[in-house]
């Protein structure tokens, strides 16, 4: 019996090691991939869980990127609603409301924000404990959990090609259980875009309000 039970321990431990080695590996494959990625144009489907009131929204819309960390967000359905990371600063245009919000990029510099993680800037091997969790429709899964987490996220979900190394699906949870769910329905990796693609100006009208300097977190965008 005490043979047994420490075959099957030392078997446990084997496949413990293998999968964390295997969660390694995927992740190397995912930083390898977009460090050489300079463009991408997206689609995708959004999903946003209350957990305290159980509500769920879903969304549709588009995403472009250029790297170092330039962002169009586009959301199209239910609401319209157009957010661009620029050089300087971020927009957020609320179109129904007439209204356009300016943000400061230090809410999207941090790896633990889901824009770095869905456009797989986020320092995997670096900010996060990276752990094997199966595979799903082709796509391998990884649970990220922050050395350090925070407000907007204390654990990730990825979906990977295993091919490519490129995300096609993320679930972000913070701190209070709700859950962030985008996952791309189409993927076009080095796509051309133009200067024009991440600039900003409020439509005539529109009221803007500036929050460059007042203490806002990451999750009043994206959500």
Known sequence: ??????LALAAGLVLLVASAAQAADIAATIQARYEKLRTFSATFEQTLTHKESGSVEKRQGNLLFQKPLLIRWQTDKPHEETLVVTHKEIWDYLADEEIAYRYPLELVRDSRTIIQVI???????????????????????????????????????????????????ASIIDFYGN???????????DTSLKESDFTFTAPKGVEVEDRIDRKVQEKELFK
Request: net charge positive; no cysteine.
């Open 179 to 189: 859950s962030n769910d985008v996952r791309f329905t189409q993927f076009k990796p």
């Open 119 to 169: 456009t797989g800037q986020a320092a995997l091997t670096k900010d996060f404990d990276v752990k094997e969790a199966g595979q799903e429709n082709g796509l391998a899964k990884l649970h990220l959990y922050p050395k350090e987490p925070a407000p907007q996220m204390v654990e990730a979900l990825l979906w990977v090609e295993p091919s490519t190394g490129y995300i096609r699906r």
């Open 1 to 6: 019996m005490r043979i047994n039970g420490m």
